[in-house]
């Protein structure tokens, strides 16, 4: 029995996508060009059966607000609003009040906040302040555009990421990633609190309901990592009905993003698509993946990943364009069958 979704008379498959920021949201917006094509329909039409469950590990306070780094690349993104540019923030945005901030020695003076950024911020931070959870808060503030898919952070737990170092000292992941440009070479990252922490609701349903979960090419440690960490969310993937399908994030041997290498290195995987598979691991030998796709400038590796019990397919998989992005959305669609 199909499980897809009936839109405007067409069937189209219930997708769920685990994601971080910068390539989880091109794929996002790839996956959703698909799917609206497939519906001969608006974008919004097909949001019903695309859902994106996306990293809060590296979510922080800052300044007396909440900030949700990945949920707005994917809000912003799938909005139309986000810097294309920069990679993060509002298109167009100023930094008026993030001056006075620096004036006040306030914050921190690497860290940007844009204006229009801010007021994501603030409207967040009050509403959690009301007692709304973060998936409350994100529902709302997904009303404000038509997003085409269903946004779902990973946990309504506070799980912000810490960047452990040889010296036995630690700090929070964005002041790893943004101050020290991830130089400082990372023996572990922790997420104090996610032993405890439970799935966001309706990611466990998403995940069983779906036709396929496609886990993006995002950072596997510090964007993919923190979701599969959830205690339930393995379990979901593991025992749902639908085809797990993942991205390899490494082309030709190099991280597509500069710094996912070092994130990595330093939980002992090689930057290759073969390792990234193998961490991962093929769901008949209790890892997570049916498929995986690679580049094809990786095409050699494909019969190393097979032997992995791990279906793989080669893919152009550079998300230059929406037309790039939907093409790699396609294949992915196509690798499960849909
Ligand atoms: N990245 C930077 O490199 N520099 C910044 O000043 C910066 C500010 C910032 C503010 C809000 C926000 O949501 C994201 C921001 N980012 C910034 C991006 C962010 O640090 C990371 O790229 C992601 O967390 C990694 O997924």
Do not use: K
Request: overall charge negative.
């Amino acid at each position: 029995m199909s499980r897809s979704a009936a839109v405007g008379g067409a069937a189209i498959p219930r997708v769920v996508v685990l994601a971080g920021g910068v390539g989880g949201s091109r794929f996002a917006l790839g996956v959703r060009e698909a799917l609206s094509r497939r519906a001969g329909a608006a974008a919004p039409e097909s949001a019903a059966s695309f859902t994106v469950v996306v990293n809060t590990g590296d979510d922080l306070w800052l300044s007396g607000v909440r900030l949700q780094p990945d949920v707005d690349s994917l809000l912003y993104a799938l909005a139309g609003v986000n810097d294309t540019e920069r990679g993060w923030g509002r298109a167009g945005d100023t930094e008026r009040v993030n001056r006075e901030l620096q004036a006040w020695g306030a914050g921190w003076p690497w860290f940007t906040l844009g204006d229009l950024d801010l007021g994501t911020h603030l409207a967040r931070t009050g509403w959690l302040r009301e007692g709304l959870t973060p998936s409350q808060v994100l529902e709302r503030m997904s009303r404000r555009w038509p997003l085409g898919a269903r946004l779902l952070p990973m946990t309504d737990a506070e799980v912000d990421t810490q960047v452990v170092l040889g010296d036995g000292t630690s700090m929070h992941f964005q002041e790893w990633w943004t101050r020290h440009r991830a130089a400082l070479t990372p023996v572990w990252f922790e997420a104090p609190g996610i032993a405890a922490a439970r799935p966001a609701p309706g990611v466990v349903e998403a995940i069983a309901a779906a036709d396929v979960v496609l886990i993006a090419p995002s950072n596997p440690v510090v964007s993919v990592g923190p979701i599969l960490a959830v205690p339930g969310i393995r379990d979901a993937l593991r025992t749902t009905g639908a085809a797990v399908v993942g991205v390899s994030p490494v082309i030709g041997g190099r991280v597509v993003r500069g710094m996912a290498d070092v994130c990595l290195t330093a939980i002992g995987v090689e930057t290759s698509a073969t390792a990234v598979a193998a961490h991962y691991g093929a769901r008949s030998e209790a890892g997570l993946l049916d498929a995986w796709l690679i580049a094809e400038e990786d095409a050699e590796s494909a019969a190393d990943i097979s032997r992995l019990g791990i279906r793989t397919v080669v893919a152009p998989l550079w998300m230059r364009d929406i037309p790039s992005s939907a093409a790699l959305a396609e294949a992915a669609l196509a690798t499960a069958q849909l």
